[in-house]
């Protein structure tokens, strides 16, 4: 499953490298102006590709962008690629949900029910894109 992950960031530009040592303690991140993605290699291999799917989300935020997007907040964005990250890895059979529920939470203080129904629509289409990367079905 990484390297379709890997593959789908190439095809929008971004390169993926496992790293020792991530800046500042994450799992991972995605700087869109080194265009690169960079996962923790001391994770599992599930949890290389949970991540993966999350940093992936982050780059097509804005790779995928839509005129109708809503502007988001980096908040606002951490809730949408994890809500990605979620759906992708529960289609796979990885439950994510000890990790990105307390994630969720943690960046949804002080974001209201209707920005959540902005980007539902938002959400399913990142959501789809990395699954047919990986034919989820």
């Known amino acids: 499953l990484f390297e379709p992950l890997s593959t789908l960031a190439q095809e929008i530009g ?7 040592d991530v800046p500042h303690g994450a799992k991972g991140y995605c700087s869109p102006s080194e265009r690169k993605i960079g996962i923790s290699a001391e994770m599992s291999g599930n949890g290389r590709v949970k991540t993966l799917v999350h940093e ?3 780059a097509l935020v804005r790779e995928d962008h ?6 988001m907040s980096y ?9 990605v990250a ?3 890895c529960g289609g796979l059979g990885l439950d994510t949900a000890g990790y990105s529920i307390p994630y969720l939470t943690s960046w949804s203080e002080g974001t209201d029910i209707e920005f959540l129904e902005q980007v539902a629509g938002l959400t399913n289409r990142l959501a789809n894109r990395i699954e047919a990367s990986i034919e989820i079905e």
């Open 14 to 20: 971004f390169s993926v490298e496992l790293e020792q």
């Open 56 to 58: 992936v989300a982050h």
């Open 66 to 71: 839509k005129d109708d997007d809503p502007k």
């Open 75 to 83: 908040a606002q964005e951490e809730l949408v690629v994890e809500s």
């Open 86 to 88: 979620m759906s992708v």
